[in-house]
Nanobody, 119 residues
Framework: QVQLVESGGGSVQPGGSLTLSCVASGNIASIAALGWYRQVPGITRKLVADVLRDGSKRYVDFVKGRFTISRNGARDTVTLVMNNLKSEDTATYYC?????????????WGQGSQVTVSS
């Protein structure tokens, strides 16, 4: 099993920056991808960015050039640096681990971190 604990987030004015961090514990080797989703009320959670087991990174178009995701050497922490934040980035951000064990897939979620961008 994998457990995820998030930190960071908060409130910032448009154009500002925030950082989210997520620490994974448990069966780290089973994590196929570690990253961030976000959700606004009434809308399904959507991928923001993640790091795959081979180290490759994926970003959705609406954050490319503004957000940077990284994973540490121990592969148990993922950090999302969010620059040039816009009001539409306001959401609850969730750390997500995609887990693969012997061909069986599951997932784990963090507790959620609020990001509010407002003037």
């Amino acid at each position: 099993q994998v457990q995820l604990v998030e930190s960071g987030g908060g409130s910032v004015q448009p154009g500002g920056s925030l950082t989210l961090s997520c620490v994974a514990s448990g069966n780290i080797a089973s994590i196929a991808a570690l990253g961030w989703y976000r959700q606004v009320p009434g809308i399904t959670r959507k991928l923001v960015a993640d790091v795959l087991r081979d180290g490759s990174k994926r970003y959705v178009d609406f954050v490319k050039g503004r957000f940077t995701i990284s994973r540490n050497g121990a592969r148990d922490t993922v950090t999302l640096v969010m620059n040039n934040l816009k009001s539409e980035d306001t959401a609850t951000y969730y750390c997500r681990a995609d887990i693969e064990v012997d061909g069986h897939y599951s997932g784990a979620w963090g507790q959620g971190s609020q990001v509010t961008v407002s003037s």
